[in-house]
T-cell receptor, first 115, second 113 residues
Framework: DAGVIQSPRHEVTEMGQEVTLRCKPI?????LFWYRQTMMRGLELLIY????????DSGMPEDRFSAKMPNASFSTLKIQPSEPRDSAVYFC?????????????FGPGTRLLVL | KQEVTQIPAALSVPEGENLVLNCSFT??????LQWFRQDPGKGLTSLLL?????REQTSGRLNASLDKSSGRSTLYIAASQPGDSATYLC????????????FGKGTKLSVIP
Protein backbone atom coordinates (compact mmCIF):
# COMPACT_ATOMS: atom_id res chain seq x y z
CA ASP A 1 0.00 0.00 0.00
CA ALA A 2 1.23 3.51 -0.78
CA GLY A 3 0.29 4.83 2.64
CA VAL A 4 -1.65 8.01 3.27
CA ILE A 5 -1.26 10.40 0.35
CA GLN A 6 -1.50 14.16 0.70
CA SER A 7 -1.38 16.90 -1.90
CA PRO A 8 0.02 19.35 -2.45
CA ARG A 9 3.18 18.84 -0.41
CA HIS A 10 3.87 22.56 -0.34
CA GLU A 11 1.53 25.50 -0.83
CA VAL A 12 2.35 29.20 -0.83
CA THR A 13 -0.55 31.59 -1.16
CA GLU A 14 -1.52 35.14 -0.38
CA MET A 15 -3.78 36.25 2.41
CA GLY A 16 -7.43 36.09 1.41
CA GLN A 17 -7.03 33.26 -1.09
CA GLU A 18 -8.83 29.94 -0.83
CA VAL A 19 -6.66 26.93 -0.01
CA THR A 20 -7.68 23.30 -0.51
CA LEU A 21 -5.67 20.44 0.94
CA ARG A 22 -6.31 16.89 -0.18
CA CYS A 23 -5.93 13.49 1.41
CA LYS A 24 -6.28 9.89 0.28
CA PRO A 25 -6.39 7.48 3.25
CA ILE A 26 -5.08 3.94 3.24
CA UNK A 27 -7.53 1.65 1.48
CA UNK A 28 -9.88 -0.06 3.92
CA UNK A 29 -9.33 2.41 6.75
CA UNK A 30 -12.59 3.79 8.10
CA UNK A 31 -11.24 6.64 10.22
CA LEU A 32 -9.64 9.79 8.85
CA PHE A 33 -8.05 12.59 10.87
CA TRP A 34 -6.86 16.10 10.02
CA TYR A 35 -4.14 17.65 12.23
CA ARG A 36 -2.29 20.95 12.22
CA GLN A 37 1.27 21.34 13.52
CA THR A 38 2.94 24.62 14.50
CA MET A 39 5.96 25.42 16.61
CA MET A 40 3.85 27.31 19.13
CA ARG A 41 0.96 24.90 19.58
CA GLY A 42 2.43 21.57 18.53
CA LEU A 43 0.18 18.99 16.85
CA GLU A 44 -3.55 19.62 17.19
CA LEU A 45 -6.50 17.54 16.00
CA LEU A 46 -8.81 19.59 13.80
CA ILE A 47 -11.50 17.06 12.84
CA TYR A 48 -11.99 13.36 12.32
CA UNK A 49 -14.36 11.23 10.25
CA UNK A 50 -15.71 7.71 10.63
CA UNK A 51 -17.14 6.06 7.53
CA UNK A 52 -17.11 9.46 5.79
CA UNK A 53 -19.15 11.14 8.56
CA UNK A 54 -17.61 13.93 10.67
CA UNK A 55 -17.51 12.77 14.29
CA UNK A 56 -15.69 15.53 16.14
CA ASP A 57 -14.93 18.93 14.64
CA SER A 58 -14.34 20.74 17.92
CA GLY A 59 -10.74 21.42 16.93
CA MET A 60 -11.62 23.37 13.81
CA PRO A 61 -10.42 26.87 14.70
CA GLU A 62 -13.14 28.93 13.05
CA ASP A 63 -15.68 29.05 10.28
CA ARG A 64 -12.99 29.76 7.70
CA PHE A 65 -12.06 26.08 7.98
CA SER A 66 -14.18 23.32 6.50
CA ALA A 67 -13.57 19.63 5.81
CA LYS A 68 -15.40 17.11 3.69
CA MET A 69 -15.15 13.42 2.96
CA PRO A 70 -17.31 12.68 -0.09
CA ASN A 71 -16.20 9.04 -0.24
CA ALA A 72 -14.02 6.53 1.54
CA SER A 73 -10.93 7.35 -0.49
CA PHE A 74 -10.85 11.13 -0.48
CA SER A 75 -11.04 14.06 1.92
CA THR A 76 -10.44 17.80 1.65
CA LEU A 77 -9.62 20.52 4.13
CA LYS A 78 -10.47 23.99 2.89
CA ILE A 79 -9.49 27.37 4.27
CA GLN A 80 -11.41 30.35 2.93
CA PRO A 81 -10.21 33.05 3.25
CA SER A 82 -6.70 32.15 4.35
CA GLU A 83 -4.73 34.26 6.85
CA PRO A 84 -0.99 34.35 7.73
CA ARG A 85 -1.71 32.67 11.08
CA ASP A 86 -2.94 29.61 9.19
CA SER A 87 0.66 28.91 8.14
CA ALA A 88 1.48 25.44 9.45
CA VAL A 89 2.00 21.84 8.43
CA TYR A 90 -1.29 20.02 7.94
CA PHE A 91 -1.31 16.25 8.38
CA CYS A 92 -3.87 13.70 7.41
CA UNK A 93 -3.94 10.31 9.15
CA UNK A 94 -6.08 7.19 8.83
CA UNK A 95 -6.86 4.23 11.02
CA UNK A 96 -8.74 0.97 10.79
CA UNK A 97 -10.86 0.22 13.82
CA UNK A 98 -10.37 -3.24 15.17
CA UNK A 99 -6.71 -3.55 14.33
CA UNK A 100 -4.83 -4.80 17.37
CA UNK A 101 -2.47 -1.87 17.29
CA UNK A 102 -5.20 0.70 16.50
CA UNK A 103 -2.52 3.11 15.47
CA UNK A 104 -2.92 6.07 13.19
CA UNK A 105 -0.93 6.16 9.96
CA PHE A 106 0.18 9.66 9.01
CA GLY A 107 0.72 11.19 5.61
CA PRO A 108 3.81 13.30 4.84
CA GLY A 109 1.95 16.56 5.43
CA THR A 110 1.25 19.74 3.47
CA ARG A 111 3.39 22.76 4.35
CA LEU A 112 1.22 25.84 4.00
CA LEU A 113 2.61 29.35 3.95
CA VAL A 114 0.17 32.25 3.78
CA LEU A 115 1.82 35.55 2.95
CA LYS B 1 -8.92 19.17 28.79
CA GLN B 2 -5.92 16.84 28.48
CA GLU B 3 -2.52 18.52 28.55
CA VAL B 4 0.69 16.69 27.70
CA THR B 5 4.18 17.78 28.68
CA GLN B 6 7.42 16.27 27.42
CA ILE B 7 10.74 16.80 29.11
CA PRO B 8 13.37 17.55 27.99
CA ALA B 9 12.48 19.54 24.87
CA ALA B 10 15.83 18.62 23.33
CA LEU B 11 18.50 16.09 24.14
CA SER B 12 21.94 15.41 22.69
CA VAL B 13 23.80 12.21 23.55
CA PRO B 14 26.84 10.33 22.23
CA GLU B 15 26.23 7.15 20.28
CA GLY B 16 25.81 4.05 22.43
CA GLU B 17 24.23 5.74 25.43
CA ASN B 18 21.00 4.58 26.98
CA LEU B 19 18.46 7.36 27.43
CA VAL B 20 15.02 8.11 28.82
CA LEU B 21 12.38 10.46 27.45
CA ASN B 22 9.61 11.62 29.74
CA CYS B 23 5.94 12.34 29.14
CA SER B 24 3.35 13.54 31.65
CA PHE B 25 -0.37 14.05 31.15
CA THR B 26 -2.98 15.74 33.30
CA UNK B 27 -6.03 13.48 32.82
CA UNK B 28 -5.30 9.91 33.89
CA UNK B 29 -8.56 8.54 32.40
CA UNK B 30 -6.87 7.43 29.21
CA UNK B 31 -7.59 4.45 26.97
CA UNK B 32 -4.05 3.99 25.72
CA LEU B 33 -0.89 5.94 25.01
CA GLN B 34 1.31 5.96 21.94
CA TRP B 35 4.84 7.05 21.26
CA PHE B 36 5.57 8.40 17.80
CA ARG B 37 8.71 9.36 15.95
CA GLN B 38 8.86 12.30 13.55
CA ASP B 39 11.77 12.83 11.17
CA PRO B 40 12.39 16.34 9.76
CA GLY B 41 9.92 17.19 7.02
CA LYS B 42 8.08 13.90 7.45
CA GLY B 43 4.91 12.61 9.03
CA LEU B 44 4.69 10.64 12.26
CA THR B 45 5.48 6.96 12.65
CA SER B 46 4.02 4.98 15.53
CA LEU B 47 6.65 3.25 17.66
CA LEU B 48 4.81 1.73 20.59
CA LEU B 49 1.26 1.61 21.90
CA UNK B 50 0.51 0.83 25.55
CA UNK B 51 -3.01 -0.04 26.64
CA UNK B 52 -4.20 1.55 29.88
CA UNK B 53 -4.10 -1.87 31.58
CA UNK B 54 -0.46 -2.45 30.66
CA ARG B 55 2.67 -1.28 32.45
CA GLU B 56 5.25 -1.81 29.71
CA GLN B 57 5.63 -2.43 26.01
CA THR B 58 8.82 -3.36 24.21
CA SER B 59 9.96 -3.26 20.60
CA GLY B 60 13.59 -3.98 19.89
CA ARG B 61 15.74 -1.38 21.65
CA LEU B 62 12.69 0.61 22.71
CA ASN B 63 10.78 0.15 25.94
CA ALA B 64 7.81 2.28 26.97
CA SER B 65 6.34 2.28 30.45
CA LEU B 66 3.05 3.68 31.68
CA ASP B 67 2.02 4.78 35.17
CA LYS B 68 -1.54 5.78 34.51
CA SER B 69 -2.41 6.82 38.06
CA SER B 70 0.43 9.31 38.22
CA GLY B 71 -0.04 10.47 34.63
CA ARG B 72 3.39 9.50 33.42
CA SER B 73 5.03 7.54 30.64
CA THR B 74 8.66 7.04 29.73
CA LEU B 75 10.37 5.90 26.55
CA TYR B 76 13.67 4.12 27.10
CA ILE B 77 16.07 3.80 24.18
CA ALA B 78 18.95 1.37 24.63
CA ALA B 79 22.30 1.66 22.90
CA SER B 80 21.35 4.77 20.95
CA GLN B 81 22.40 5.12 17.30
CA PRO B 82 22.68 8.14 14.99
CA GLY B 83 19.64 6.82 13.12
CA ASP B 84 17.59 7.36 16.27
CA SER B 85 17.94 11.13 15.81
CA ALA B 86 14.40 12.48 15.45
CA THR B 87 11.63 14.13 17.45
CA TYR B 88 9.71 11.79 19.73
CA LEU B 89 6.13 12.57 20.66
CA CYS B 90 3.80 10.93 23.13
CA UNK B 91 0.04 10.93 22.68
CA UNK B 92 -2.52 9.63 25.15
CA UNK B 93 -5.92 8.68 23.75
CA UNK B 94 -8.77 10.14 25.75
CA UNK B 95 -11.21 7.24 25.92
CA UNK B 96 -12.61 4.09 24.34
CA UNK B 97 -15.38 6.05 22.63
CA UNK B 98 -13.08 8.67 21.16
CA UNK B 99 -10.16 8.43 18.82
CA UNK B 100 -8.80 11.80 19.88
CA UNK B 101 -5.08 11.82 20.56
CA UNK B 102 -3.50 14.71 22.47
CA PHE B 103 0.12 15.27 21.53
CA GLY B 104 3.00 16.68 23.50
CA LYS B 105 5.38 19.06 21.75
CA GLY B 106 8.00 16.36 21.63
CA THR B 107 11.60 15.77 22.56
CA LYS B 108 14.14 16.43 19.82
CA LEU B 109 16.87 13.80 20.10
CA SER B 110 20.30 14.09 18.52
CA VAL B 111 22.64 11.10 18.72
CA ILE B 112 26.21 12.13 17.99
CA PRO B 113 28.44 9.57 16.23
Amino acid sequence: DAGVIQSPRHEVTEMGQEVTLRCKPISGHDYLFWYRQTMMRGLELLIYFNNNVPIDDSGMPEDRFSAKMPNASFSTLKIQPSEPRDSAVYFCASNERGLVRETQYFGPGTRLLVL
Amino acid sequence: KQEVTQIPAALSVPEGENLVLNCSFTDSAIYNLQWFRQDPGKGLTSLLLIQSSQREQTSGRLNASLDKSSGRSTLYIAASQPGDSATYLCAPRSGAGSYQLTFGKGTKLSVIP
